[in-house]
C-alpha cells in the first residue's frame, strides 16, 4: 500500500466524478462505487495517488464515475493492465475493477495468473451471476439451473467458484462483501489495499433487471462464521464448503509480493510518441 | 415534507464530548448518509428520464441535508471532522437509508415516498432504543427521546403528503417493451 505519510484527509465525494452512472436504478454497483469512494479517503489516499482499472460490462465503467486516473480497457485484459501500472509506476494504489464475466470468463486466465503473481494491486469483482450489458446470458458464476431464453432450463454447467480459483492460484488477501452493505464493503477494501499482494474482494452485486431473485441475497448474506485464516489448508476447506454467502475477510497470505525493480531506461513522451508514429 | 423550524434541544452539557458528543456524530452520519443516498437516487431517476421523483428524491436529499448542518450546528462543528463509517448500526446501513435495490425505473412518487417513509419509521424506531435503553447515559436518552419525536412528526408529514400524489396502478412497473431477453 502506498499511502502518504501525511495528507489532508478528504471525503467519499471527492472521489467520485460529474458523471452520472448509466446503471440500471436498484444496481448493486452503486454501492460498490460508494464503497471505493469512502473506502480511498479512509486510506488517507488523493485521486491522484490512485488508478482504476476496468474490462468491459456494466461494472467496468466504474473508472469514469471516479476522479482517480482510469483506464476503461479492453474486456477481460483489466489484469494484465493494471499488473504492467503497477509494475511501472510502484507509487500507485492500483484498483481493479470489473465483473464476473469479464473476470471469470473471459479474462479466466489473467486471473490464475494475476494471483499466482501476486503484484501488490487489488481487484475487485462485482459479481451478479449474469452477463448484464449484453442482456442477460448466463456467465460463468450463474447457477446450473437457473433459466433464460438463451439456456432454457439452465446451462446444467456448473458453477465457477472464484474466492476456491483465487486461493489456488496463490493471492494473497481473499474476501467476500455485499452492495447491501456498502459500509462493509468500503472496510474490506481498506483492507484488501493494505494487505501487501495480490487482494482479490468478490463482492455480491445483483442485477436487479435480469436477476430480480437476487434482491433476496440480503436475505441470504451473513458474516463469516470464523476469522480470517493464514492458513491456506485451513482456507481451502472452509472456501470448498462455503455456501456463498459468508461476508468478511477469509484469507490473508503472507506470500511476497512481486515487484521487480523499475528499469532506468523509462523514454521520454517524445521518444515513446515517435515509437507509435506509422 | 415542510421544512421544520429547528427545536431548542436539551441543554447540552458545557464540555460537548463524550457520550454526548459520539450520540451527535452518529445522529449526523445517520442524517448525512440519507442524504447522500437520496442524492444518488436522484442522479438515478433523472439518468433514466423519470424527473418527478428525481425531483422528489432531490427534495428529501435537502431535507435531511439541513437536518444533519443543523447537528454540526448545534455542537458548533464546522464540519464531521472525518467520516463515521464504523460505527455499528442495527442493520447494515444507517436506519434513514433506504437500500439500493429498492429503485425501479418505472417508480413513481408515491413509490419515492413509500421508501421514505420506511426510512423514517426505522430511524424512529433505533432513536427510541436509545432513548429506552438502560444502558445510555441520561443526557443522551433526553436527546435521543426528542430526536426519535421529531422522526414521528416526520412520519406524519410523509403520511399526509402520500394522500396528496396519486396511488400507483397495480400493474406500474409493466413496461411493453421490457429489458430482458424473454419470451
Known sequence: MNAPAAAATLTAQ??????????????GDFSVLSAITKALPMLALRPEQVAIVSGIGCSSRIPAYTTCYGFHGVHGRALPVGTGLKIARPDLTVVVAGGDGDGYSIGGNHFLHACRRNVDLTYIVMDNHVYGMTKGQPSPTTEPAWPSKLAPGGTGVREFHPLVIALASGANFIARGFSGDPNGAAKLIVEAIRHPGFSFVEILSPC???????????EAVRPAPVAATDDPARAARRLMTDDGFNVGVLFTGKRRPYQPPVGKSVLRTADLEREFVL | MRKKKPRKRVQAPRKRGGAYADFMAQAYTMEIEASQRYTEFADQMEVHNNPEVAQLFRKLAGIEGLHAKQILDEMGWPQMPEPVYALQWAGEEPPESAPVTELHYLMQPWHALELALRNEQRAE????GIARSAKTPAVVKKLAAEMAEEEREHIRLIRDWMTRVPKPDRDWNRDPDPPFLGD
Open chain 2, 125 to 128: 424506531k433505533f432513536l427510541a
Open chain 1, 208 to 218: 436487479v433487471t435480469f436477476r430480480p431473485d437476487q434482491r433476496s441475497w440480503k
Open chain 1, 14 to 27: 471527492a472521489f467520485k466524478s460529474d458523471y452520472k452512472p448509466v446503471w440500471c436504478p436498484g444496481c
